[in-house]
């Protein structure tokens, strides 16, 4: 398999078949983003949440915010969901690598690790707050908080 990645789309080619994840901004600028959520807070572990937050934003802006349910059993049911909600960035607690592999390979960008209260979170993600150290997950992400594909936090930017 090989993965072929631009700005915009994610193909993923495999032998002769083809598929293409949608174009997770759209064209008028909006930006979907999904936060998983449980009893208020951001849920700890992404693989098992069953709501999502989904907050869509025009430069800079909210200008929509609403709950939407997850499939509970296949990730591959749970990843195709957040593509049909047209999800570009999700921001979650912790998550399986294969998960957020998966997630990543129809072009949805991974926030892992965040925790905090919901309404918070939204809020610091908003104002760009969010890579404070009291939204990391405890003893996940230390100094530097670094993600597994090595990017230190100071270098990823939260898409609205």
Same mark, same amino acid.
């Given at each position: 398999m090989v993965i072929i990645y631009n700005r915009k789309c994610m193909q993923v080619v495999s032998g002769t078949a083809y598929a293409y994840a949608n174009c997770m901004e759209h064209s008028d600028g909006n930006h979907r983003t999904a936060f998983s959520c449980w009893d208020g807070r951001l849920a700890p572990v992404f693989d098992t949440a069953t709501l999502l937050r989904v907050v869509e934003t025009d430069s800079g802006e909210i200008i929509g *915010? $609403? $709950?939407?349910?997850? @499939? /509970? *059993?296949? @990730?591959?049911?749970?990843?195709?969901?957040?593509? /049909?909600?047209? +999800?570009?960035?999700? +921001?979650?607690?912790? &998550?399986s690598r294969p998960l957020q592999t998966l997630i990543?390979?129809?072009? +949805?960008r991974v926030v892992p690790? &965040?925790?905090g209260d919901l309404e918070d979170v939204i809020l610091a993600w908003k104002e760009g707050r969010l890579e404070q150290s009291g939204y990391s997950m405890p003893g996940c992400c230390g100094r530097g908080r670094r993600s597994r594909t090595g990017e230190n936090a100071t270098e990823r930017r939260i898409l609205r």
């Open positions: *915010d $609403q $709950q939407e349910t997850l @499939p /509970d *059993d296949l @990730p591959l049911k749970k990843t195709l969901r957040m593509v /049909d909600l047209g +999800i570009g960035t999700l +921001i979650c607690g912790a &998550v990543a390979a129809y072009g +949805i690790f &965040v925790a």
